[in-house]
Nanobody, 123 residues
Framework: QVQLVESGGGLVQTGGSLRLSCVAS????????MGWFRQAPGKEREFVAA????????YYTNSVKGRFTISRENAKNTVFLQMNSLQPEDTAVYYC????????????????WGQGTQVTVSS
């Protein structure tokens, strides 16, 4: 069982930056691929970024490429999402998730989820 707790959300102006953190419980964090997802008001939850257990590979949805960076520190059981050049359309609840079965962006293949952190970008 893995428990995930996100933090770092908040209110920021267009063009600003935020750094989200997700801390995982348990000694096996370094065996999990990690992902960030988001859900905007009235929309379905969508994939944002993912990173392999080793941190060697990352993947991003097109709308955040060049603006967001996913990283991890296995020694601290933490995955990060650095978000730069934020736009109003980035407003959403952001969730981190963990899986170790396969390298995937599909939500239904992630086993554990955090409670989410709100990111609001004002125009």
């Amino acid at each position: 069982q893995v428990q995930l707790v996100e933090s770092g959300g908040g209110l920021v102006q267009t063009g600003g930056s935020l750094r989200l953190s997700c801390v995982a419980s348990g000694p096996t964090f370094n065996t999990y691929n990690m992902g960030w997802f988001r859900q905007a008001p009235g929309k379905e939850r969508e994939f944002v970024a993912a990173i392999t257990w080793s941190g060697r590979s990352t993947y991003y949805t097109n709308s955040v490429k060049g603006r967001f960076t996913i990283s991890r520190e296995n020694a601290k059981n933490t995955v990060f999402l650095q978000m730069n050049s934020l736009q109003p359309e980035d407003t959403a609840v952001y969730y981190c998730a963990a899986e170790r079965t396969k390298w995937t962006t599909r939500q239904d293949e992630f086993d554990y989820w955090g409670q989410g952190t709100q990111v609001t970008v004002s125009s």
